[in-house]
Each structure stands twice: as structure tokens, then as C-alpha cells.
């Protein structure tokens, strides 16, 4: 059992804060990690004012080395560089034994909590708690990846980058030569668009308020850009696909009203894939007959609809060939010791990760 600092959260509304906490060896199937570097993603932001139990480790995107195996682990994996999979399918439910694991209904964490204070066990958010310098996971939690990979890159790759890329080369399945737009380009946003890249669409627009964010989606493939606060985006996407509209749009703002304007962009038979996480109490309003008369598709994204032990490692391996341009992400970097002070009460924070990913770094690791 070791002593470490932590990020904890305890209780809905409360601000998190860095706390001493006890965490265990790892038991059967699962890994301890030294988390090297940890991404600050919106959600985690957003676990402030909704997350669904308490109290809790913060962070889920993340990655390290392991340092520890339990029973059924062979100790070969000990030195691997690990990023962190969030999310475990279980492998046994309706839709992993059809091979739907990306669906699945019961994503594993540890056997038992894994993390506690000096009376109680500790939650680790979204089975993972990477705001902490070590971390037990299932041993499938923890995907080997190239050590020529920089660790806090890694750690981005963990989430954004592959719920990013994931959305549009897994989720939307864009094809050679589709049309594109993505909605809000923070981390995740611009991921989509380099997959978008990848998969060769030819048309990939991006539209966001903010100037950097509509530069740097420029220098990853965005062929054009909107500004919302000057242009009508449905106005301006009709103007560059001579009014039929794009095949795919990404949206990642978790804004309904921008969720109805993706619906006003799109094609008919095109999908709007909704990537952005919106409060849970917002609703979604749209005509129902012309959806329908128009053949369109909308559909939610989780993680990219990934394969976490496939396409985590090619990710990297992307990036180690010169295919993703995963360094113009990365803008600020904090201590654990600094990361409350991104967090806020209940109301929707205004940390600085949503702009280009910050990333929290384990001293001494």
C-alpha cells in the first residue's frame, strides 16, 4: 500500500481538492500504474457539478509506466508504457458477445475499491482516477503502447485524440472524399478533424468562436473555417456544397443549438454524430417529419467507438510515422499541486482545458 497526493472530489458542488490517499496493490487481472501525465478533459470539469457518486479520484485520461501486476498478470508487463483504457468491456454482455464491445453494458473497473482515505474507499472516476500518481486497473485498463511515445502525448491519446479521430473514422465511417464539419474544436474537435483527414475526406470544415482554435484546425486539415459570431454556419455550409449540405457533421460542443444546426447542415442520408457532452437536463427539440423526409442519422458517440487494444497503439503509431500532428494540442502544463485551481462549484467551470488540452504532470515520475 503506498501514500500519495490526489485530486479528490467529495461531494457534487464542493470544489475538488489534492488530498492524501491510500492506494492498494492490485489484485487478480489488474496493474498498478505511475501515472506520468494526465490530460484535463472537460468531463472531468464538468464531475464538479454531476458526477453520479462521490467521493471520488478525478482524471481519466492518462498514462504511465506499470510498476506492479497482480495474480494472473505475468510480470513481463512490468516497464511497459501503459496508456489508460477507461473504458474495460466486459466481454460477456448482449452486445460483446456479438461483438459490439464498443456498446458495452458493463464496463469493469477493479474487483473492489482500490483507493481510500484514513475511513472510507475512494471511487476512481470513470474506473480510472488518473489525477493521482498511481493507479490500479483491470489489466486490459492498461493498453502497451510504443516507448518512443511521449507520455504526456500518450495521455491525450487516452481520450480526446481517440474519441476525436475515433468519432469520425469508427463512429461516422467517413469515406474517400466525404464532405465534413465539426462543430467546436477543442481537443476533441480537432482530433476529428485530423481523422477526418485521415480517412480522406475532401471538404472538412470547422467552425468555433475562438481564433486559435479555428488556426490550429487549419494547420491539422481543415480546408475551410467559421467564425459563429460573424457567419451563419448553416448559411456558409450551404454556400460551399452548393446548398446540398455535408455527409458527415461532428459535433462537439454539447450545445443543443448547435446540435440543431449540425441537423440543418447535413445531407440527405448524411449523420450528425454528437461527441460533446451536453448537461445532463438539456433537451434536444427538432422537426421529427422533416428528419425523417430527409433520411438522416444521428447518433452518439462514447470514446470513439474504439477498440481500445487496437487502435490506441496505432494512434500512436500514427503519430510516431508523422501522420498526426498531435503536438499542436498540448498548450499548458500544471502540477498536480495547481490542478484545483481549474475547478469551480457547481456551475460550469471555465478551466482552461476546453481551449487545448492541459496537462498535469507527476513530479519525480
Same mark, same amino acid.
Given at each position: 500500500?503506498?501514500?500519495?497526493?490526489?485530486?479528490? /472530489?467529495?461531494?457534487?458542488?464542493?470544489?475538488?481538492?489534492?488530498?492524501?490517499?491510500?492506494?492498494?496493490?492490485?489484485?487478480?487481472?489488474?496493474? /498498478?500504474? +505511475?501515472?506520468?501525465?494526465?490530460?484535463?478533459?472537460?468531463?472531468?470539469?464538468? +464531475?464538479?457539478?454531476?458526477?453520479?457518486?462521490?467521493?471520488?479520484?478525478?482524471?481519466?485520461?492518462?498514462?504511465g509506466t506499470v510498476v506492479g501486476v497482480g495474480e494472473g498478470v505475468h510480470a513481463s508487463r512490468i516497464g511497459e508504457h501503459v496508456i489508460v483504457n477507461w473504458r474495460v468491456a466486459c466481454g460477456e454482455c448482449v452486445n460483446c458477445n456479438s461483438g459490439r464491445h464498443a456498446f458495452c453494458e458493463d464496463v469493469r473497473a477493479t474487483s473492489t475499491p482500490r483507493i481510500h482515505d484514513e475511513k472510507h474507499d475512494l471511487g476512481a472516476f470513470l474506473n480510472a482516477g488518473t489525477f493521482c500518481p498511481l493507479v490500479v486497473v483491470p489489466a486490459r485498463g492498461a493498453i502497451r503502447i510504443d516507448p518512443a511515445m511521449p507520455l504526456d502525448l500518450a495521455a491525450m491519446v487516452g481520450c480526446a485524440v481517440a474519441t476525436g479521430i475515433g468519432a469520425a473514422i469508427r463512429s461516422a465511417d467517413v469515406g474517400m472524399g466525404q464532405t465534413v464539419v465539426v462543430t467546436g474544436t477543442g481537443a476533441v474537435g480537432l482530433s476529428a478533424v485530423m481523422g477526418a483527414r485521415l480517412a480522406g475526406a475532401g471538404l472538412i470544415v470547422a467552425a468555433d468562436l475562438a481564433d486559435e482554435r479555428r488556426q490550429l484546425a487549419r494547420e491539422v486539415g481543415a480546408t475551410h473555417v467559421i467564425d459563429p459570431t460573424v457567419d451563419n454556419p448553416v448559411e456558409i455550409v450551404a454556400q460551399l456544397t452548393n446548398g446540398r449540405g455535408v455527409d458527415h457533421v461532428i459535433e462537439?460542443?454539447?450545445?443543443?443549438?448547435?446540435?440543431?444546426?449540425?441537423?440543418?447542415?447535413? +445531407?440527405?442520408?448524411?449523420?450528425?454524430? /454528437?461527441?460533446?457532452?451536453?448537461?445532463?437536463?438539456?433537451?434536444?427539440?427538432?422537426?421529427?417529419?422533416?428528419?425523417?423526409?430527409?433520411?438522416?442519422?444521428?447518433?452518439?458517440?462514447?470514446?470513439?467507438?474504439?477498440?481500445?487494444?487496437?487502435? /490506441?497503439?496505432t494512434i500512436v503509431d500514427w503519430y510516431l510515422q508523422g501522420r498526426l500532428p498531435l503536438d499542436s494540442l498540448r498548450r499548458s502544463y500544471r502540477s498536480l499541486e495547481e490542478l484545483p485551481g481549474l475547478f469551480g462549484p457547481a456551475s460550469r467551470p471555465a478551466g482552461d482545458a476546453g481551449l487545448i488540452r492541459t496537462i498535469v504532470t507527476m513530479e519525480g515520475r
Open positions: 500500500m503506498s501514500v500519495v497526493p490526489a485530486l479528490v /472530489l467529495r461531494t457534487v458542488g464542493d470544489a475538488p481538492r489534492v488530498e492524501s490517499v491510500r492506494v492498494d496493490r492490485p489484485g487478480r487481472d489488474e496493474v /498498478l500504474v +505511475a501515472i506520468s501525465a494526465a490530460g484535463v478533459c472537460q468531463t472531468d470539469l464538468d +464531475a464538479v457539478r454531476d458526477a453520479r457518486s462521490w467521493p471520488i479520484v478525478l482524471g481519466h485520461e492518462g498514462a462537439a460542443t454539447g450545445t443543443p443549438s448547435v446540435m440543431a444546426d449540425a441537423l440543418m447542415m447535413t +445531407a440527405r442520408g448524411g449523420t450528425v454524430t /454528437l461527441v460533446g457532452a451536453a448537461p445532463r437536463q438539456e433537451v434536444l427539440a427538432f422537426r421529427p417529419r422533416e428528419f425523417m423526409s430527409r433520411q438522416l442519422r444521428l447518433t452518439g458517440c462514447i470514446y470513439g467507438e474504439i477498440a481500445p487494444a487496437r487502435d /490506441l497503439p
